[in-house]
């Protein structure tokens, strides 16, 4: 039998899942086996996780969003979050993150799981103290594996880890200047307790165990971007690349052991940097699924950041981007609200369903096709059903009601589509009338 999906494919045998996301993606078992196998695509699909439709996230496929939730000690309310996963799920959402790191933290966790048919992921770091009622400093370096083991059991898709962090990639950040130093929440954590202990990183020494873990649950590891950019200034700076160039390494490292790898990137960047970054990580990191927040292409929206994220988000899988983390209006400012998330949801599926068009990912532009078509009919249930978020097309067409049905409120009789649909089919015009 097998342990892992990366498992079954080395060995040629087509899972449950792999069957579905074939069918799915319109992608040959065969192809997506292949690209399985070797690393190129993950499907991130705990043993634990019963609730699951499977998805993959890698060469090929059509680009998936992740959502960010969780409670915080400033905002510590289960159900108002779990409300959001209901939401997430019902907008489309493919992978949800458990980013939780005060309070009722388990209790959150496992109900997710529970009711998610999307892919989890968290970030163990994040639940250590809590776990434990322990101060940063004074947790061990197994306490830290044994967090890890219980999202495992918990049922997990992929945890994030900042393995990349070791004693080398920190003296390289010592020497070089950033404007944000580390941004990354995980990231900053795992360094400060390196610094309190004058110890190497505990991920990255104790990396085979880890895999020990990810292999028993297949649990997909996430390799985290401790220091990627989180202003323009620091982007593609020496800091990023050392931690890039090690994330390779421990991908082939986890790929003997058939445990399945995603590499998450930057952050913050200008946009002519975006594609040099994308074609950066495929290399070093030999194509392995990318991940990345954003990027946010400036950094002063704050209020507007789904829509900087959206713009970096879209040039970024155009170039070859897996995995977009959306962003909030929030971002930066306070834990996001329901609306917020609504808003973040929606801005990164705008960016991945461009950047599959770009790619020529099967029948991505067959619902702009529909929808064009809709629009030469001047059909306005058909657009609404077609719209990316309904809810909102509906309501601005009744918030607005025009005097004849075939138009709208912006052009009225003079509509382009209104005239051409007329004068087409040999009718009079009629625009005074």
């Avoid at 918990?154 to 941004?183: M, S, Y």
């Avoid at 292409?297 to 988000?313: C, K, L, N, R």
């Avoid at 790619?359 to 990316?388: C, H, L, Q, S």
């Amino acid at each position: 039998m097998y342990k892992t999906q990366m498992e079954a494919a080395k060995k040629g045998i087509l899972t449950k899942e792999m069957k579905s996301i074939a069918e799915s993606e319109s992608m040959d078992e065969k192809v997506l086996m292949e690209r399985v196998a070797k690393g190129e695509i993950a499907i991130p699909a705990n043993k634990n996780h019963s609730s699951l439709l499977a998805k993959g996230v890698g060469n090929g496929l059509s680009t998936k969003i992740n959502v960010n939730l969780g409670i915080s000690k400033d905002c510590p309310d289960v159900d108002k979050e779990l409300e959001k996963v209901k939401v997430a799920i019902d907008m489309k959402a493919d992978a949800i993150m458990d980013l939780s790191s005060f309070g009722k933290t388990e209790e959150f966790r496992k109900k997710l799981i529970t009711m998610s048919t999307a892919m989890v992921g968290t970030v163990p770091v994040y639940d250590a103290i809590g776990f434990y009622d322990k101060e940063l400093k004074d947790i061990k370096a197994e306490e830290f594996l044994d967090v890890v083991r219980k999202h495992a059991e918990d049922g997990v898709d992929f945890v994030t880890i900042h393995a990349g962090l070791n004693r080398e990639a920190v003296n390289l950040f010592k020497r070089n200047e950033r404007i944000t130093n580390i941004v990354s929440r995980g990231g900053s954590l795992i360094y400060a307790w390196m610094e309190l202990n004058n110890a190497e990183n505990p991920f990255y020494e104790n990396f085979d165990k880890l895999l020990d873990i990810c292999e028993e649950y297949d649990m997909t590891i996430s390799l985290g971007d401790a220091l990627r950019s989180g202003c323009l200034n620091d982007a593609t700076d020496a800091c990023q690349i050392k931690e890039l160039i090690t994330l390779g390494e421990l991908t082939k490292r986890a790929w003997k052991r058939n445990v399945q790898i995603i590499i998450e990137g930057p952050g913050h960047m200008a946009i002519d940097e975006i594609e040099a970054n994308v074609k950066l990580e495929k290399k070093l990191c030999h194509n392995a699924p990318f991940y990345v927040l954003g990027p946010l292409v400036t950094d002063v929206a704050p209020g507007y950041d789904h829509i900087t994220s959206a713009i970096g988000g879209a040039i970024a899988a155009a170039a070859g981007v897996d995995f977009l983390c959306y962003v909030t209006p929030a971002e930066h400012l306070r834990l996001p609200n329901l609306d917020d998330m609504k808003e973040g949801i929606i801005a990164s599926r705008i960016a991945a369903h461009a950047a599959d068009i770009s790619k020529k990912v099967p029948n991505a532009i067959d619902w702009d096709n529909r929808m064009a078509k809709y629009r030469a009919d001047i059909d306005w249930e058909g657009m609404f059903t077609e719209a990316i978020d309904e809810e909102k097309a509906r309501r601005y067409r009744k918030e607005s009601t025009p005097e004849n049905e075939d138009t709208c409120t912006m052009c009225g009789k003079m509509c382009s589509m209104r005239t051409m649909k007329k004068v087409m089919s040999g009718e009079d015009v009629n625009i005074l009338k």
